[in-house]
């Protein structure tokens, strides 16, 4: 019980993790393709 409860907090802290991750590379991504028609105007 001691084990699957361990493990469950593992995959809960990797999944939070890769959340954030995925809003910082949408964030990125997102600044990219609004900084970069900006660059090219100037």
């Avoid at 999944?15 to 028609?37: A, C, E, G, K």
């Amino acid at each position: 019980m001691e084990l699957i409860n361990t493990r469950f907090e593992l995959i809960f802290i990797i999944n939070q993790h890769s959340i954030i991750y995925m809003f910082i590379s949408f964030m990125f991504h997102t600044m990219h393709r609004l900084v970069l028609p900006i660059f090219w105007r100037m």
